[in-house]
């Protein structure tokens, strides 16, 4: 059975995923790149900043499952690109001509535009659609293969609220972040559907998976 | 140089101290004891109910950590009793006639009213007063020992805010409380000011110590 899975999310000790005032210059707003220092660190994460070095233990070991058995992703807009977007008919993503998701992707927008297809595999969709109905299309592209939620936290959360997510990874990194969006907020007794794990890495981050427990 | 320390202040993995709805019945609101069962599982919380048994583990080394040194208590309003307790003249704390705090205790309240000499060397004080002014009469009665800061989340926070705890231990328990009084509030960027050290412990709960870094 297909899954939905939520990889390498990292959010701040208050909750945080994302910071505030988001722009071209500042894709995660004030929060800057502390929320993702951990992942560029590891073999996983090296290469966005061009390098072939990085850490190999337990940090890593999460990164890495971002990829294997993912057939579609689904994302919202606020992770395609920054505020107004949608007004560049031109704007293409973050990530260059061979975006890292190399499957279709899905990209939730209440202004839809035609497909575009970059190369390594990745062809952005986008859909106004409601979680399920956009985890129904995803579950087309992805031939039975598993679904990422790739994120933002508003998307994250909506799935999680839908009761749409069959794995969590949450990456709790030691900052106090203050303001931006929550990924727990209207979540309140989300632990009751799943198995928590949780477990500290030498780099500082904290681990969390949520898996669903079979009924 | 007497330090200040707040030990074993847990808290929801939404970051609530406290849940919602506290009362004479429900001291905790609708969290009830799941903030505090990693506690009353060790050696140090077994004897709160009861018990004389526990775990020696990281949850029990930490635990314990709550006594040693100590000369004085600063606890709020809302630690004290339920919301009202000010109106009831024979309210004498939810501790019975020995309290586990065995010095001096300040509770912070708009209505003060004359000490209580408790069994076991706990003297309640009751005292309106800003963060800083209340530290200064604890240290008084401390005789050089260190200040606990004991809670709730509201007087947790005030003194993070005022810049005036040295050392901070908070265990993050997996849940999500989804509302309640929160502790990060108003704290960005705390880490700044500290070495934040990170353990997840076998029973679940996430050990987070702040240590005030020397300038």
């Known amino acids: 059975m297909s899954r939905t899975r939520v ?4 959010i701040s000790l208050d909750g945080f995923g994302t910071g505030e005032g988001l722009s071209l210059e500042q894709p995660f707003g004030h929060a800057g790149h ?7 660190a590891t073999r996983f994460g090296a290469p966005i900043m061009g390098r072939n070095d990085g850490t190999s233990g337990v940090d890593n070991s ?4 971002h990829e ?38 899905i990209v939730l927008t209440h202004r839809p535009r035609p497909p575009i297809e970059m190369e390594g595999g990745t ?4 859909v106004e659609a409601s979680p399920a109905d956009a985890l129904a299309a995803a579950r087309e592209y992805a031939n039975g293969r ?7 936290p508003t998307v994250v959360r909506d799935f999680l609220a839908a009761g749409l997510v069959d794995h969590l990874h949450l990456v709790q990194v030691p900052i106090v972040l203050g303001r931006g969006v929550r990924v727990w907020e209207g979540l309140e007794g989300l632990e009751a559907d799943y198995d928590v794990e949780v477990v500290s890495a030498p780099s500082g981050v904290t681990h969390l ?7």
Chains 1, 2 share one sequence.
């Open 34 to 40: 502390r929320l993702h220092e951990w992942m560029i």
């Open 209 to 215: 998976t949520f898996e669903r427990r079979l009924l």
């Open 123 to 126: 062809t952005f969709h986008f």
């Open 62 to 65: 999460f990164a890495q499952q």
């Open 68 to 105: 294997p058995g993912i057939g579609a992703e689904i994302m919202g807009a606020g992770k395609f690109g920054p505020p107004g977007w949608q007004d560049d008919p031109d704007w293409r993503g973050w990530w260059g001509s061979n975006p890292p998701f190399h499957t279709p992707t």
């Open 7 to 10: 990889h390498n999310f990292s």
């Open 146 to 152: 598993d679904i990422r939620i790739g994120g933002g």
